[in-house]
């Protein structure tokens, strides 16, 4: 990939944020060597992989690689049989224990949890966990080994023990006793590995040693008293005992190691191999990064895209297609509108794609995969070169642009600025004619309205721009792909305020044509906004739609689930009064035979007629279908929207939701059921109010009809009830009370020892139409009461 163009579109900068996400020194050089591929099965890969490290990382957090220290250099001191120190010994010990966490870390908690990629690089680790117990439990820390590392070591550092005992008792009592007058300070002090103490050198012939030191000016001299010279001799013989036991316990211990080289060196690799995953998976995370869908046919669609390397809170976020449609795209307008800005963010999102990372925008952007990415971006004037910003480019572009092909991406910053607009824009159709031609994906920005009238009378080739607020005179960096860029030169001007006549001259001073160009970018602009709040709204009618159909089809599949299990109840129970009637008819025929052979009587014969008779007449009973009738007739006019009624037919309550049409049908809502009926099968429901006067709940024709909602308290008292026993009851209060269209009700419960309080609150916590529940306020009841918002 062209180095100056990784540079150009700040790719360095990602990698830095990468390699910040790396805990291991080989996890970290891996994040430096990452460049762009251009193999897609290769790429796919290393895409895989990330999206796998980021769910991982969201559904466990993250895993930590910082104990993945190198340990090539032992592992090749373990292959020619030398004997590593403490300080290696740990440091494989603590790479073998970050495995045995990375390895746990691996495994798959729940047979829900779907296999991944990673899965073969976690069961490649071996944690050796015997060899690493051995290692934590003779090594303590790199200067230090632990006494229990062997019974040898055990027994000299006891006995090390025990005779510097014996020489700071001795010499103790020679300090606090016969020396004390000849001593400097009474104190034991060591000089070299020997103790001493310090005489004054007056008094050097009353104390019988050996000197070791003396002070800088001679006036102390440091002896070791004969009481202890064999004592520190002892201790100096130890000492060395130690160092030898020492170096045998780490001989043995690097013998247990070499044993294992080649897992070693497997579980190094795999881990800062994980490392280099996981710092991919983290940045993903840490930008709101999404999986992009890799392409080879040079399909570009940027959904939503945010430039990884601005303030996440402030960016703007832009969508970019290019190379279905058209192959070069061309991006006009005002300085600091956000031209360079989408330039950069397709460059670099390209780059990002290719090596692996997830970009910074919505889920199913696409990029394509090009061998080369070339970018003529920013101002590369050269006074040493004695190069122009003009001359710059030019020389940019001139040595990129022979070795350009159809796998490429080109990108243009500005093209043909610096020299003379005419010149400058004639040569920068050319240089776009040229790449478009041959079918290279192009995107330009650029002030010349010549290329945007390339752009609208060339095929394949489309414009955009940078939305600019002439009222505020602030860019809103929004990319609006399909019209070009209005400068809004004199818009701008006379916002800063430049006097209206030199405007106006200005105008005059533009021909016809250019007049009608601005009109007519004018005119797109503002259809372009049209269209997009069109569009949205569009999108969002589709959304409710597919939320009524699904909420419609759940509602018929309920209903036929009803009906399924009626008509699987009344098979079941003909059944039953068939087999009921087989069974009397059996019973009948035997009792005539034996009638007939033992001459019963009559009167005998007629009882047991009459027996069966009623025995028939009950099963008929059970069996018919009675319809029922309305108890009075009714009219068309006699039903009113909101009518409380009764659906004879199928015996179920309802309310009416529409009047009565020529052939006297209505609608009825029975609950979630909405059926048409005829007004022959309705008899309306008359309820009388229960909270009105007696002498007003009648009248002359009959009770005064009321709707629901006056039927029903806004109020429901639990008191004394057990849990079961207050859920039924609220259940089908909040039933009535929701048909009632009651917006808030009020449950008493009373305080107690809180139990019914909590199992009417596990209640409401279940039930879909309860917005809200809370305790009531002090003096409407306090913890005593809950107040319930339906919804």
């Known amino acids: 990939m062209n180095q100056k163009t990784l540079l150009k579109l700040e790719y360095n900068k990602i990698i830095t944020l990468l390699e910040e996400q790396a ?131 055990k027994h000299i550092r006891r006995s090390i023990a025990g005779i ?128 992009p869908i890799l392409n080879n046919e040079g399909r570009i669609h940027i959904r939503d895209g945010r430039h990884p390397l601005l303030d996440a809170r402030k960016v703007v976020p832009i969508t970019v297609t290019l190379g279905e449609d058209f192959s070069l795209l061309i991006v006009t307008g005002p300085n600091t509108g956000g031209k360079t800005v989408s330039l950069k963010t397709v460059g670099l999102f390209t780059l990002m794609g290719q090596a692996g990372l997830h970009i910074p925008a919505a889920d199913r952007s696409e990029l394509a995969v090009f061998h080369q990415v070339y970018a003529d971006i920013g101002d590369e004037q050269s006074i040493e070169q004695s190069l122009s910003t003009f001359s710059s480019h030019m020389t940019n572009i001139v040595s990129f642009l022979k070795d350009v092909d159809e796998q490429s991406l080109v990108l243009f910053d500005e093209l043909g600025a610096g020299t003379d607009p005419t010149e400058g824009a004639a040569l920068a159709i050319a240089i776009l004619s040229h790449l478009h031609i041959r079918g290279i994906r192009t995107m330009a920005t650029t002030h010349y309205s010549e290329l945007k009238v390339f752009a609208l009378s060339t095929e394949g080739v489309e414009n955009a721009c940078c939305e600019f607020d002439v009222e505020s005179l602030k860019p809103t960096y929004r990319l609006l792909i399909g019209i070009p860029g209005k400068s809004n030169a004199f818009a701008i001007s006379g916002k800063l305020g430049l006097p209206d006549y030199i405007i106006e001259d200005a105008k005059n001073r533009l021909t016809e044509q250019d007049v009608s160009f601005e009109d007519l970018l004018t005119d797109l602009e503002n259809s372009k906004r049209i269209i997009e709040k069109e569009r949205d709204e569009i999108q969002t009618y589709k959304r409710e739609v597919e939320r009524l159909k699904t909420q419609t089809r759940q509602k018929q599949e309920k209903l036929d689930e009803q009906r399924d299990r009626i008509l699987r109840e009344a098979n079941e129970k003909a059944n039953a009064i068939l087999r009921e009637a087989k069974e009397m008819a059996d019973e009948t025929m035997k009792n005539f035979r034996k009638f007939g052979k033992e001459g019963i009587s009559a009167a005998e014969m007629e009882r047991e007629r009459e027996r069966l008779r009623k025995k028939i007449k009950d099963t008929a009973g059970k069996s018919a279908l009675k319809p029922q009738k309305p108890k009075k007739t009714y009219k068309p006019s006699d039903f009113k929207l909101g009518e409380s009624v009764k659906v004879l037919s199928m015996n179920l309550t309802g309310t009416i939701s529409s009047l009565p049409d020529s052939r006297g049908n209505v609608t009825v809502q029975m609950g979630i059921l909405r059926s048409q009926v005829n007004i022959s099968d309705l008899e309306i429901i008359e309820e009388a109010n229960p909270y009105a006067p007696k002498n007003m709940r009648r009248t002359g024709s009959g009770k005064i009809k009321m709707s629901k909602s006056l039927s029903v308290r806004p109020e429901i008292n639990l008191l004394g009830k057990t849990v079961d026993e207050a859920v039924a009851e609220l259940d089908k209060y909040l039933d009535d009370a929701l048909l009632s269209h009651l917006n808030t009700v009020r449950v008493v419960h009373g305080k107690g020892t809180g139990a019914l309080r909590k199992g009417i609150h596990e209640y409401l916590r279940r039930q879909k139409h309860v917005k809200s529940y809370h305790l009531a306020e002090f003096g409407e009841g306090d913890a005593g009461v809950t107040i319930v918002e339906l919804g």
């Open 164 to 291: 510097n005992d014996k020489v700071h008792a001795t010499l103790n009592s020679l300090v606090n006793g016969a020396l004390r007058s000849y001593l400097q300070d009474p104190i034991i002090t060591m000089r070299g590995d020997r103790y001493c103490v310090p005489v004054k050198a007056e008094y050097r012939s009353q104390v019988n040693g050996m000197i070791h030191d003396q002070s800088s000016t001679g006036s102390t001299l440091f002896i070791e008293p004969m009481a202890v010279v064999k004592l520190n001799n002892d201790l100096k013989e130890l000492y060395a005992k130690e160092q030898e036991e020492i170096q045998v316990i780490l001989a043995r211990l690097s013998e247990d190691t070499a044993e294992y080289i080649e897992e070693i060196r497997t579980d190094y690799r795999v881990l800062t191999d994980l490392d280099f995953i996981f710092a991919r998976g983290q940045l993903a995370l840490s930008m709101n990064a999404s999986r």
């Open 23 to 153: 805990a291991s020194f080989r996890g970290r050089q891996l994040c430096r060597k990452l460049k762009p591929m251009t193999d897609l099965k290769r790429i796919d890969t290393f895409q895989e992989q990330t999206a796998a490290a980021f769910t991982r990382i969201v559904k466990k957090g993250r895993l930590s690689f910082g104990d993945a220290f190198p340990v090539e250099e032992s592992m090749k001191r373990l292959e020619v049989g030398a004997s590593l120190g403490s300080g290696e010994l740990l440091r494989i010990c603590k790479v073998l224990q970050n495995a045995g966490r990375a390895k746990a870390y691996g495994r798959h908690d729940t047979q829900d949890e779907l296999a991944d990629c990673l899965d073969a690089y976690f069961d490649q680790l071996e944690p050796l966990t015997l060899l690493s117990n051995e290692i934590e439990r003779c090594i303590i820390a790199e200067d230090e080994i632990s006494d229990d590392a062997s019974p040898a070591l």
